[in-house]
């Protein structure tokens, strides 16, 4: 009987120490989730501050973008309406010169002689 019973106190003692090493992992199984959940909630409040500085800069850059668009179509719409200006001159000098032309021709057809421009 004697050999039952120092053989229940090795597996006591066994399971003692077994007991005990479970509670130290445990323990320190416990100390890595604290730590993780005190990491998730820094990443958390960083997220946080990040989402409202996109936010802000995604709003930001939107009117910008909308404020350049306005320069872009003012700038083509001056730029057209200059050209249509520069054709519109270019049209009136080239009828001019006819027309100057044309009377020149008149006059010499009139009085047999070429007229005298005077220069400015």
Known sequence: MSQHGAALQTYNQELVKCLENMKLR??????EIET????????QREIEKMSYKLTRI???????IAVRNEYD???ADTESAYMKILESSQLLLNMIKRE???LDQTLIKTNG???????Q
């Open 36 to 43: 993780q959940e005190e990491e998730k909630s820094n990443l």
């Open 113 to 119: 002689e070429k007229p005298q421009y005077r220069q």
């Open 100 to 102: 100057a032309t044309t």
């Open 26 to 31: 445990r323990a320190e199984l416990q100390t």
């Open 58 to 64: 995604n709003d930001s850059l939107g009117k910008r």
């Open 73 to 75: 179509r003012t700038i």
